[in-house]
């Protein structure tokens, strides 16, 4: 089956740690994106990455930070810097840089909760 | 910034009624994009509708788009206790290539 995974489903962080989120994709896209969603609210942008090796800050990079060094692969790590971090995190993909022009594939989502 | 913004922000009606959303934007665009999101799910793609185009149709979905008033709408026939979801509008930036997605309107549909 092609598409996008993101793990784990739910993740706990304890104060001060830092947790990394998994997104991986089978869909041969050269662009991948992180979201935030909180509740009530719309989706907004951590990062992108529209090539291997590359990525761009969103409008919410603060606290965040990723990789990109496989074409299928781009987690996301929430750093103890980011102050409120308990949200609702999707991952998304699409077929080439730009994803504006194209529709975006979504994951299943990683619920973070911040004890 | 949040550029596309729903209305209403929440909707019940019957199932068989039709739903109708709307999307306002702000800035020039070079298409808009509708999504659905279930309850706690990934967000799905439902129609994208360029600037170019005034009307668009995918089976029970219905989009158009005036740019010169700067708002879409979405408008589902035959509603099913199914379509109950979040809808949101997406609209790239004038000068990026990155989507804005409004807040999004809930639907619920009662069987």
């Known amino acids: 089956d092609g598409g996008i995974t993101q793990s784990p489903k739910y993740l706990f962080r304890k104060e001060g740690q830092n947790v990394t989120l998994s997104c991986e994709q089978n869909?041969?896209?050269?662009?991948m994106y992180w979201y935030r969603q909180d509740p009530g609210q719309g989706l907004r942008l951590i990062y992108y990455s529209q090539i291997v090796n590359d990525f761009q800050k969103g409008d919410i990079a603060e606290g965040y930070s990723v990789s990109r060094e496989k074409k299928e692969s781009f987690p996301l790590t929430v750093t103890s810097a980011q102050k409120n971090p308990t949200a609702f995190y999707l991952c998304?993909?699409?077929?080439?840089?730009?994803?504006?022009?194209?529709?975006?594939?979504f994951g299943p989502g990683t619920r973070l909760t911040v004890l | 910034s949040q550029q596309g913004e729903e209305d209403p922000q929440a909707l019940s009606i019957q199932e068989g009624e039709n739903a109708t959303m709307n999307c306002s934007y702000k800035?020039?665009?070079?298409?808009l994009q509708w999504y659905r999101q279930n309850s706690g799910r990934g967000l799905v793609h439902l129609i994208l509708i360029r600037s170019n185009e005034r009307e668009k149709h995918s089976g029970r979905l219905r989009v158009t788009l005036d740019t010169s008033k700067k708002s879409s709408s979405l408008l589902i026939t035959a509603s099913r206790a199914a379509d109950t979801a979040s809808y949101f509008c997406a609209t790239d930036r004038e000068y990026g290539n990155k989507l804005v997605f409004g807040a999004g309107t809930i639907l619920r549909v009662k069987s």
């Open positions: 998304a993909s699409s077929t080439d840089s730009g994803g504006a022009y194209n529709e975006q594939f």
């Open positions: 869909l041969n896209h050269d662009a």
């Open positions: 800035t020039s665009i070079n298409n």
